[in-house]
T-cell receptor, first 115, second 110 residues
Framework: DVKVTQSSRYLVKRTGEKVFLECVQDMDHENMFWYRQDPGLGLRLIYF???????EKGDIPEGYSVSREKKERFSLILESASTNQTSMYLC??????????????FGSGTRLTVV | QKEVEQDPGPLSVPEGAIVSLNCTYSNSAFQYFMWYRQYSRKGPELLMY????GNKEDGRFTAQVDKSSKYISLFIRDSQPSDSATYLC??????????FGKGTHLIIQP
């Protein structure tokens, strides 16, 4: 069973902390994505990557950075966590050649609370 | 412009009813149309995928696309309590991946 695994289901961090959210996929997918999901706002793209060491900004990259050192792993970094970054974070991946549009596989999400 | 309109609900219907979920969009560059289903505390999963106008059927689910009206629909026949979830419409064809609707929360009452 193919999977996108996010390292934590629930996370509580303090304001100002540096936070790492990890995502690993075992499908040999080239494209990986980070979204946040908030009530009333839906899914919003933070960053995506179409290859190792490559990254592209999505719609709301401010306050975030990413790292993709290996094909299977895509990390989201909150440089200095703030309360407005409390959210559900979803990682997804898909295969290159299908376009950036098709066949996303999502992880189960990390619910981050910043206090 | 990325604009996708989807009624957030909640939409509550009795078991066995036909459910109609709808989305409208404004960007005619969109080429691919999808429906994702998301259960509580889970990530979304791909339910239906269509490329062109018309209907696509998969079991109890039918996806309908009307490009001229920029309107897509998902129909669920013989709805079951296990269909209770949030349904997200999504569009592709842009330079940076999918554009998602905000989701409709569906409740099927036993």
């Amino acid at each position: 069973d193919v999977k996108v695994t996010q390292s934590s289901r629930y996370l509580v961090k303090r304001t100002g902390e540096k936070v790492f959210l990890e995502c690993v996929q075992d499908m040999d997918h080239e494209n990986m994505f980070w979204y946040r999901q908030d009530p009333g706002l839906g899914l919003r793209l933070i960053y995506f990557s179409y290859d190792v060491k490559m990254k592209e900004k999505g719609d709301i990259p401010e306050g975030y950075s990413v790292s993709r050192e290996k094909k299977e792993r895509f990390s989201l970094i909150l440089e200095s966590a703030s309360t407005n970054q409390t959210s559900m974070y979803l990682c997804a991946s898909n295969r290159a050649g299908t376009g950036l549009d098709y066949g996303y596989t999502f992880g189960s999400g990390t619910r981050l609370t910043v206090v | 412009q990325k604009e996708v309109e989807q009624d957030p609900g909640p939409l509550s219907v009795p078991e066995g009813a036909i459910v109609s979920l709808n989305c409208t969009y404004s960007n005619s560059a969109f080429q691919y149309f999808m429906w994702y289903r998301q259960y509580s505390r889970k990530g979304p999963e791909l339910l239906m995928y269509t490329y062109s106008s018309g209907n696509k059927e998969d079991g109890r689910f039918t996806a309908q696309v009307d490009k001229s009206s920029k309107y897509i629909s998902l129909f669920i026949r013989d709805s079951q309590p296990s269909d209770s979830a949030t349904y997200l419409c999504a569009w592709g064809g842009g330079a940076d991946g999918l554009t998602f609707g905000k989701g409709t929360h569906l409740i099927i009452q036993p």
